[in-house]
């Protein structure tokens, strides 16, 4: 790998010094990519008006052509923080405006560039303030493939599409999951739920591995549904990226009310070992999980 400074003219921010990471990487075939470190875009979708791309001006790299604000990482930074960062400078994407939902990693060894892909909760309007934008458009998921797109993003579109219509949940029998590990639970239940639940938010917050859930992409954000009965219910106010159901009832009944009542509950993903319950869940099109497989990814 050979690190390359860009030349005048070339790729820059726009505002304040130059950052490490602002510069080629030239692989050992002669290959170039932007950013040292790698670097990051967001693919903001939006309900109404679908997808937000950039045009390129004619004299950035594949000029003139149609791709997501993003651009090299800052030494130091995350793949997350980059892609919004580099939506805010270049396309005047608002902070909180898009919630994340999963992200896409092309990783050549020497280099990696990740798709941070969200949902527009809070509309808003892109203003250019980067040279290297032409133009900016809320372009229909299904007109996106019509315009020139940079060839990158063409390869990555082809990936990203089909997921944009996933919406994974995971639904988790609280209840079933904590009396798997013989920590003392028998003693505080509550207590016992709340250290479940703590650690749950922090999956919710790094992501599912992809491959954990059987879908395409890197990792996913999904939401988590801890359902919490009896004792348990008592349980503290819970963290970001997880719902705490308190069951009224029976925590089986809930469950199966929970997971029918997701707008598509052939993505939920339901973890529990029991049997009976696991079969209903199965009815409504869940997959399910034993209380390990959650386990060894709070590990």
């Given amino acids: 790998m050979t690190i390359v400074p860009p030349a005048p003219g070339e790729p820059r921010r726009p505002h304040g010094p130059r950052d490490p990471g602002d510069a080629w990487v030239e692989t050992p075939e002669g290959e170039r990519y932007w950013g040292r470190f790698g670097a990051a875009g967001l693919l903001a979708l939006d309900p109404d008006r679908g997808v937000l791309l950039q045009h390129r001006v004619s004299w950035s790299h594949h000029g003139d052509t149609w791709a997501l604000p993003g651009g090299a990482r800052h030494q130091g930074e995350s793949a997350h923080d980059a892609a919004l960062r580099e939506s805010a400078e270049e396309a005047g994407v608002p902070a909180g405006s898009v919630a994340p ?99 749950m938010g922090a999956l919710a917050a790094s992501g599912v591995p992809a491959s954990a859930l ?69 009815a409504l099109g869940a997959t399910v999980h034993g209380a390990g497989w959650l386990l060894d990814l709070l590990a």
């Fill in 101 to 199: 939902r999963f992200v896409n990693v092309f990783d050549l060894g020497v280099w990696s560039y990740t798709t941070l892909v969200g949902d527009v909760v809070e509309p808003f309007e892109p203003v250019i303030s980067d040279p290297e934008s032409r133009a900016l458009a809320w372009v229909p998921v299904g007109e996106v493939d019509q315009r020139p797109l940079h060839p990158s993003f063409a390869d990555a579109w082809a990936i990203l599409r089909p997921l944009l219509e996933v919406r994974p949940t995971v639904v988790v029998d609280v209840a079933n999951v904590m009396g798997s590990v013989p920590d003392g639970w028998w003693r505080d239940r509550a207590g016992a739920a709340d250290r479940l639940i703590q650690r």
């Fill in 214 to 282: 059987g879908l395409g992409a890197t990792g996913w954000f999904a939401p988590i549904v801890a359902v919490v009965e009896g004792q348990a219910k008592a349980v503290d106010a819970a963290p970001e990226g997880v719902v705490i159901v308190r069951a009224e009832a029976s925590g089986d009944d809930e469950i199966v009310a929970q997971t029918a009542a997701l707008a598509d509950p052939t993505a939920a993903v339901v973890v529990t070992s029991d049997r009976e319950l696991a079969d209903r869940v199965r």
